[in-house]
């Protein structure tokens, strides 16, 4: 079975984004999926960094430092907004005694893998008839969010690690939507 490439896309819309969690909730292990899925959207953390913190990384904590897998700088997260749904999760699905904070079901010795999670986004998503999502989408959904609220691009770029604002308005999607936004309202004859 052969996965079609998909072009990944934040979710931009409230209420998708409100329905995608109430679906992920529904699952076996929802309090897990859906833990992950606001680390994702409140961090911004890419799905590897996220499924690689131990119980000890935040068990207790508002803030939390990490050293990214991908590009190897350390990075503190602000977990405020995360305590009571880190909490409802540990109290109600995690298994006690995995030090990872979302440990494999098959082998609680190692986390869960982002393929794993991967196609459990997949499966919320066709639910939702959504084509977009993949584990990214978290990450864009945070950049993309995080913008709207503050605009401030400097910062985002900064805690995205991009090498320029360009490069986070393309990611997040806000280069092309501005775009269709002025052609929308274009007409030379005005």
Known sequence: MTQKMINVKPIK??????????????????????????????TGLRISDILNLKVDDVKG??????????TGKKRTL????????????????????????FPSPRDSKKPLATHQYYKIMQKTAESL????????????????????????????????????????????????EELQSSLDNFNPFQ
């Open 61 to 70: 904590k508002l803030k939390t430092d990490i050293v990214e897998k991908k």
């Open 78 to 101: 602000n977990l405020m907004q995360l305590t009571n749904q880190i909490i409802k999760y540990l109290n109600e699905e995690h298994d006690e005694e995995s030090e990872w904070l």
């Open 129 to 176: 008839d959504l084509d977009y999502i993949g584990t990214h989408s978290l990450r864009k959904t945070f950049g993309y969010t995080y913008y709207k609220k503050t605009k401030d691009l400097s910062s985002l770029m900064k805690i995205l690690n991009h090498s320029s604002q360009s490069v986070t308005l393309r990611y997040i999607g806000i280069e092309e």
């Open 13 to 42: 819309d409230k209420e998708v984004l409100n329905q995608f969690a109430s679906e992920l909730l529904k699952n076996k292990h929802g309090q897990r999926d859906y833990t992950i899925f606001v680390f994702g959207i409140f």
